[in-house]
């Protein structure tokens, strides 16, 4: 693999849902890889949005949650401030997706991401120079 890898929040909730064992396999496997390669990349956004999912879908577990972002502040979270939200409405315009979606896309090309990985957007999309991978399609080796 080269170049930073961008997590969508989808990786992560997978990463801990075991009600879908091959989509949670797969996520923590790249889950793995990333920690291993230290080239895993995410946003404040995709934090948080990890955190509300988990605390409505397993209220048990937000401590687990709590200490998995605790980890995951070693990967440089992107914070969303002025300069991305602006990037942000140009991607929506640009791209017709949705506003949250090119957060996420203008905070992975902030962090200097050559890859997208999430199930949400139409896996090999090119988005200006930022690849889109889809984790349960392709390898962590096959890029």
């Known amino acids: 693999m080269s170049g930073a890898i961008f997590v969508d929040t989808n990786v992560l909730l997978y990463a801990v849902d ?12 790249w889950r793995d890889t990333l920690w291993k390669t230290g080239q895993g990349r995410l946003s404040f956004q995709v934090l948080q949005e990890f955190y509300a ?30 300069d991305i939200l602006r990037s942000s409405w140009k991607i929506q315009h640009r791209f017709g997706i949705s506003f949250w979606d090119a957060l996420i896309v203008a905070a992975a ?13 139409q896996a090999g999309l090119d988005l200006d120079g930022l690849r889109v991978v889809n984790p349960f399609q392709t390898h962590p080796d096959q890029i």
Do not use: G
């Not at 090309?109 to 957007?121: R, V």
């Open 109 to 121: 090309k902030a962090a200097q991401c050559s890859y997208l990985l999430s199930e949400d957007f």
């Open 53 to 82: 999912n988990v605390s409505r879908k397993w209220p048990k577990s937000m401590e687990s949650a709590r200490l998995e972002i605790e980890d995951l502040f070693t990967w440089q979270p992107v914070s969303i401030n002025a």
């Open 18 to 29: 075991l009600a879908h064992p091959q989509k949670h396999q797969l996520a923590r496997h």
